[in-house]
């Protein structure tokens, strides 16, 4: 399957496993863990790909800004699959509220998607809050907005 992305992101993984003295192995379970990496991926698209900066708090409805002051929400493909509703909709006793989503997508510009299973070279997609809105409003994202990762590749590939 070939997907263009926008960019991508590299990381030395020997370097990563020198550096924190753990293997590389746990290096790459580190960097395909879409809650653990986010971090390091949130600052990277921040300073290098958008030239903005950081949300001001973990609480903000987005994630970063870019230079032009626009809002940004970072979401990674995992081996579980990506979900484009707001964090506080996803995990145990959370549930899906459409108005939340739909509120969500008028305050952001869009999405930054990163492929973080091809870790340590990851792929990334800038996606416009339209892309998102139109395939939700197509039905082509499951519930929760929620979708695996083969689905999630399959339509980056129409963007």
């Not at 263009?4 to 924190?20: T, V, Y």
Request: charged share 25%; hydrophobic share 35%; with cysteine.
């Amino acid at each position: 399957m070939s997907v263009k992305p926008n960019g991508l992101l590299s990381w030395n993984i020997n370097e990563i496993s020198n550096a924190l003295r753990i293997g590389p192995d746990d290096v790459r379970e580190y960097f395909t863990d879409g809650r653990r990496v986010s971090f390091l991926l949130e600052r990277r698209l921040a300073y290098e790909v958008v030239k903005g900066k950081l949300a001001q708090s973990e609480g903000a409805g987005f994630d970063l800004l870019d230079s032009d002051g626009r809002k940004w929400e970072v979401r990674s493909i995992t081996k579980g699959g990506i979900y484009f509703c707001p964090s506080y909709m996803v995990g145990s006793g959370r549930s899906f509220d459409e108005s939340g989503f739909l509120a969500k997508l008028k305050e952001i510009e869009g999405y930054i998607v990163s492929d973080v299973e091809s870790f340590p070279n990851v792929p990334f997609w800038i996606l416009p809050k339209s892309t998102v809105e139109n395939w939700y409003r197509g039905g082509k994202l499951g519930a929760g907005t929620k979708i695996s990762r083969a689905t999630a590749l399959k339509l980056l590939e129409s963007v």
